[in-house]
């Protein structure tokens, strides 16, 4: 199993660098669309992403 990822493990030794980041916002973009079931299109959906995303404050 470990022959057929090699390649993709030598290149972070290489590069360093991880997806993690990407991954962490899916994860944050997953919950938003979890929450916003009741959105009536994808333009709230889109801004609920950027405000939640772009650690935006409501109240200052």
């Known amino acids: 199993m470990m022959e057929v990822y090699l390649e993709k493990i030598m290149n972070y030794f290489v ?4 997806n993690a980041r990407a991954e962490g916002i899916n994860s944050k973009i ?5 929450m916003a079931y009741g959105f ?8 609920a992403i950027y405000f939640r995303c772009g650690n935006l404050q409501l109240y200052p």
């Open 15 to 18: 590069h360093r660098i991880t």
């Open 30 to 34: 997953a919950l938003i669309e979890k």
């Open 40 to 47: 009536r299109n994808k333009e709230h959906l889109n801004t």
